[in-house]
Nanobody, 127 residues
Framework: QVQLVESGGGLVQAGGSLRLSCAAS????????LGWFRQAPGKEREAVAA????????YYTDSVKGRFTISRDNAKNTVYLQMNSLKPEDTAVYYC????????????????????WGQGTQVTVSS
């Protein structure tokens, strides 16, 4: 079993930055693919960024490319999402997710592929 706890959310003005962290406990997640999702009110949960077990393969949804960076530190069992140039449309609850994988290069981008989820952290970007 893996427990995920996000932190780092908050209120920021448009153009500002935030760094989200997600710490895992219960099992080392060096063999896990990891992802960040977000859900705005009235909208479906969407993948924002994902990273492979090796850390060498990543995915970003088009709206955050060039602004967000996902990274992981397997020694610390932590995954990060650096968010720069934030926009009001980035406002949402952000969730981290984890799933065990067999290959180091696998990147998972849909909610159904993940079986461990954090409780979420609110990110609010004011205009």
């Amino acid at each position: 079993q893996v427990q995920l706890v996000e932190s780092g959310g908050g209120l920021v003005q448009a153009g500002g930055s935030l760094r989200l962290s997600c710490a895992a406990s219960g099992r080392t997640f060096s063999s896990f693919a990891l992802g960040w999702f977000r859900q705005a009110p009235g909208k479906e949960r969407e993948a924002v960024a994902a990273i492979s077990w090796s850390g060498l393969n990543t995915y970003y949804t088009d709206s955050v490319k060039g602004r967000f960076t996902i990274s992981r530190d397997n020694a610390k069992n932590t995954v990060y999402l650096q968010m720069n140039s934030l926009k009001p449309e980035d406002t949402a609850v952000y969730y981290c997710a984890a799933a065990g994988v067999m290959r180091t290069s696998v990147v998972l981008t849909t909610t159904r592929q993940y079986n461990y989820w954090g409780q979420g952290t609110q990110v609010t970007v004011s205009s």
